[in-house]
């Protein structure tokens, strides 16, 4: 499965974005979907995983009540709500796909296919 991530930009603390994950090749019906995002000199992290059987999600402490994963079946394509945006969350963003597992995968080395990558920055 391909997969192309868009939508990120330059942005003000306290603004908001949407980051979408489209796939082609195949849909999403056999995988979970995560988003990572990885900042200079550091390691890539886990943010949010939404898992396909039942739209169970999980997300990473620092973005819980900001950060919304949803999909949209009819597309193909997951989305990433970022709203009250901080400096800290400027990181070039990454979505994935994993096999369809119960359990949510937050180890990106758990991950097969990767889109290429969205830079967002936000402003303080």
């Known amino acids: 499965v391909q997969l192309q991530a868009s939508g990120g930009g330059l942005v003000q603390a306290g603004g908001s974005l949407r980051l979408s994950c489209a796939a082609s090749?195949?849909?999403?019906?056999?995988?979970?979907v995560g988003w990572f995002r990885q900042s200079p000199g550091k390691e890539r992290e886990f943010v949010s995983i939404?898992?396909?059987?039942?739209?169970?999600?999980n997300y990473t402490e620092s973005v819980k009540g900001r950060f919304t994963i949803s999909r949209d079946n009819a597309k193909n394509t997951v989305i990433l709500q970022m709203n009250s945006l901080k400096p800290e969350d400027t990181a070039v963003y990454y979505c994935?796909?994993?096999?369809?597992?119960?359990?949510?995968?937050?180890?990106?080395?758990?991950?097969?296919?990767w889109g290429q990558g969205t830079q967002v920055t936000v402003s303080s």
């Open positions: 994935a796909a994993t096999g369809a597992t119960w359990y949510f995968k937050t180890d990106p080395k758990e991950y097969d296919y």
């Open positions: 090749g195949r849909t999403f019906s056999s995988y979970n």
């Open positions: 939404i898992r396909w059987s039942d739209s169970g999600t």
